[in-house]
């Protein structure tokens, strides 16, 4: 695609339920990563695809918080039994090799009630 | 762990001021300096950036500046204008992965 696509843009869950949410990246793009920014707040990374493994998910905040990736494709980021703290903005980037580069996706908003 | 502190955390200058936003990071191994431009409610967008190999780097009316002796890096704005209020973040990698590891952001305000 022409840029990086994340869905859905905005999403309200009630706390405790599993929300999943899904980056489609940019078409040839090998590198795929997960970021979190919580209001007014730098980005925080969760985790980074090469590909469909992930050598880095040093930034997943505990047990609940899981990624997965379809070869070069699409990646969901799974967040089970969601707290307050969860809320924020997810925000999905790709790059063409992993190392410089990246084209940020609009995000998801999500916000635990 | 690796940190990137960022400062000043608001900027406020009139248009056609300049404006510099400075960085440092604790990452010696770090070497590609991004900075990005986030517009209220917009994705991140990269603006400019540098590899360790130099010095500095210029495109218009942005440059950044990197001295790795220091571990600090500097984006200038000059001329601003009021298009160019948002939120601004460094970020730094070592390269090999493209984790970025980001500042905390500034928030410039030009006026007109």
């Known amino acids: 695609g022409a840029g990086v696509s994340q869905s859905p843009s905005n999403k309200v869950t009630e706390k405790g339920k599993d929300v999943e949410l899904r980056c489609d990246p940019i078409s040839g793009h090998t590198a795929l990563y997960w970021y979190r920014q919580r209001l007014g707040q730098g980005l925080e990374f969760l985790i980074y695809f090469q590909g469909n493994s992930a050598p880095d998910k040093s930034g997943l905040p505990s047990d609940r918080f899981s990624a997965e990736r379809t070869g070069e494709s699409v990646s969901t980021l799974t967040i089970q039994r969601t707290q307050q703290e969860d809320s924020a903005v997810y925000l999905c980037?790709?790059?063409?090799?992993?190392?410089?580069?990246?084209?940020f996706g609009s995000g998801t908003r999500l916000t635990v009630v | 762990g690796e940190n990137v502190e960022q400062h000043p955390s608001t900027l406020s200058v009139q248009e056609g001021d300049s404006a510099v936003i400075k960085c440092t990071y604790s990452?010696?191994?770090?070497?590609?300096f991004p900075w990005y431009k986030q517009e209220l409610g917009k994705r991140p967008q990269l603006i400019i950036d540098?590899?360790?190999?130099?010095g500095e780097k210029k495109d218009q009316r942005i440059a950044v500046t990197l001295n790795k002796t220091a571990k600090h890096f500097s984006l200038h704005i000059t001329e601003t204008q009021p298009e160019d209020s948002a939120v601004y973040f460094c970020?730094?990698?070592?390269?090999?992965?493209?984790?970025?590891?980001f500042g905390q952001g500034t928030t410039l305000q030009v006026k007109p």
């Open positions: 970020a730094a990698s070592r390269g090999n992965t493209g984790k970025l590891i």
């Open positions: 540098i590899r360790s190999n130099v």
């Open positions: 980037a790709s790059s063409l090799t992993g190392f410089y580069g990246y084209t």
């Open positions: 990452d010696s191994a770090s070497n590609y």
